[in-house]
Nanobody
Framework: QVQLVESGGGLVQAGGSLRLSCAAS????????MGWFRQAPGKEREFVAA????????RYADSVKGRFTISRDNAKNTVNLQMNSLKPEDTAVYYC?????????????????WGQGTQVTVSS
C-alpha cells in the first residue's frame, strides 16, 4: 500500500513557475515508477510526465516537453514536478500516481495508487 500526498499548487501568472511535490508513505517507494497527471474541468485525466524507479528515464507529454521537469528522491520518498513557462492551458488539478513496474506508462489505468490532487491555476 502506498499513500501519496501532493503539495505546491496555487495561482500563478502566465510565464511563471511552480514546483509540485508528492510525498509517498511506505518503505518500497523505490519499487514504483511515478507519474504526474492532470485533469481540467470537463476533460479527461491526461498524462503529464513519468519517471522510472531509479530516476534514470523520464517521459513527458508533448504539451509540456521543455517546460516541465520530473525528478525523484528515493531517500526522501518524494517526486517533484518543476513547472516553468506556465500557460493558462496548464490550469488543472494535478495528481501524482505510483505504478509497481519497471516501465513507465502514460495511461492512467496502468497506475496503482493516486494522490488527492493539487490545484494549479494559471492566469493570463
Amino acid at each position: 500500500q502506498v499513500q501519496l500526498v501532493e503539495s505546491g499548487g496555487g495561482l500563478v501568472q502566465a510565464g511563471g513557475s511552480l514546483r509540485l511535490s508528492c510525498a509517498a508513505s511506505g518503505r518500497t517507494f523505490s519499487s514504483y515508477a511515478m507519474g504526474w497527471f492532470r485533469q481540467a474541468p470537463g476533460k479527461e485525466r491526461e498524462f503529464v510526465a513519468a519517471i522510472t524507479r531509479g530516476g534514470g528515464t523520464t517521459r513527458y507529454a508533448d504539451s509540456v516537453k521543455g517546460r516541465f521537469t520530473i525528478s525523484r528522491d528515493n531517500a526522501k520518498n518524494t517526486v517533484n514536478l518543476q513547472m516553468n513557462s506556465l500557460k493558462p492551458e496548464d490550469t488543472a488539478v494535478y495528481y501524482c500516481a505510483a505504478d509497481y513496474s519497471v516501465l513507465i506508462w502514460s495511461a492512467p489505468g496502468e497506475y496503482d495508487y493516486w494522490g488527492q490532487g493539487t490545484q494549479v491555476t494559471v492566469s493570463s
